[in-house]
């Protein structure tokens, strides 16, 4: 992966961890660190900051692919375990400096045909975490999602939408804010990386989308949230297709008519297709839809991405 892009790719998160109040040296404890933006930042980290001691949590479900740390097997420490278990999650908390949460259950699709493993996750996990970094005082950086916003206008994503089973429950564990430690919450967008840590994870190929931004200089407590800028790619699953290629600033306002809130009739209609046509397509086939709708004609990813870092 080119220094380029990797630092494009993980601008959004390691400038948080890298404020002026944080130590030089930080024992990290990084949940879902196997997933696909998790698997993305420990690489980074471990070639970036070597100085930092990264000890991953992850329960290796569908989504997790251990194979995807290989590379950095011997630089970190490995821990395979659920972040809803509050014994092992305490141990781990109280032995590091900061905790950077990826473990959850991320396909908002699926959150539509069974809510239960998102509950369990995204929520006891997540206050599991929340408890045990609150208890032993640790910095902790929540990584969400920018579909709590639902289908606002990206130049104004001022209030949340949830509207599914994923989003609901994203949006309630940020109302866990309150845990008198030091937090920072970003919320990722759709992104794309080199190569894909989920075996479920479609070829960037057949990618579309976009983003994710946030303030120069985040707050060293506080919320980082997307908007504006175009920052990473991801191969699969989420929308905003129609911002690949987009420069930064301008003219990433999302085309009217994907303004409209998404009609839960046509969730079921895409997963009606999703299990005729594989899993893979479901949110290509749907962005695809609503996005020629606009005019808008997808580029081929590699020269978005290429057009992307010759912008940056
Ligand atoms: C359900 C569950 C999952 N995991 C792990 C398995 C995976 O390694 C990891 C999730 O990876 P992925 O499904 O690839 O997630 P990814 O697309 O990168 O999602 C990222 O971006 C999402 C927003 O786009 C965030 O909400 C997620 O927290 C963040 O991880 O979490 C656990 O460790 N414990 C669990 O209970």
Redesign the pocket.
């Known amino acids: 992966m080119s220094d380029a892009l990797t630092k494009t790719i993980l601008r959004g998160i390691m400038p948080c961890l890298l404020a002026a109040e944080i130590q030089q040296t930080m024992r990290m404890l990084v949940?879902?660190g196997?997933?696909?933006?998790?698997a993305n930042f420990v690489h980074y980290t471990v070639r970036e900051h070597p100085e930092h001691q990264i000890t991953v949590?992850?329960?290796?479900?569908y989504?997790?692919n251990e194979a995807s740390l290989a590379p950095v097997r011997d630089r970190i420490e490995f821990v395979h375990g659920?972040?809803?278990d509050a014994e092992l999650v305490d141990r781990l908390v109280s032995g590091c400096d900061v905790g950077v949460?990826?473990?959850?259950?991320?396909?908002n699709d699926n959150s539509l045909r069974d809510p239960s493993?998102f509950l369990?996750?995204n929520i006891v996990?997540s206050f599991t975490l929340l408890e045990a970094v609150r208890a032993h005082g640790v910095r902790y950086h929540h990584?969400?999602?920018d579909e709590v916003y639902g289908d606002l206008e990206l130049d104004d994503p001022a209030k949340f939408t949830p509207e599914t089973p994923y989003t609901a429950r994203?949006t309630a564990i940020e109302r866990h804010w309150l845990v008198r430690t030091t937090w920072v919450v970003a919320r990722?967008a759709t992104s794309c990386a080199p190569w894909p840590?989920?075996p479920t994870a479609a070829s960037p190929r057949r990618s579309s989308t976009t983003s994710w931004a946030g303030r120069p200089s985040p707050p060293a407590s506080g919320t980082w949230s997307g908007r504006g800028a175009v920052r990473h790619l991801q191969p699969h699953r989420r929308r905003r297709a129609h911002l690949l290629g987009g420069r930064r600033g301008a003219g990433l306002r999302r085309p009217r008519a994907l303004g409209r809130r998404r009609d839960p009739s046509e969730h079921r209609r895409a997963l009606r297709r999703e299990d005729r046509d594989g899993p893979r397509l479901l949110n290509s086939v749907l962005d695809l839809i609503r996005i020629r709708a606009t005019g808008f004609r997808p580029r081929d990813w590699r020269d978005a991405l290429s057009g992307y870092l010759a912008d940056s």
Request: proline share 3%; aromatic share 6%; net charge negative.
């Open positions: 949940t879902g196997a997933g696909f933006i998790g949590l992850d329960a290796l479900t989504a997790g659920s972040v809803a949460h990826f473990a959850a259950e991320s396909h493993p369990q996750t996990g990584i969400s999602t994203a990722v840590a989920s």
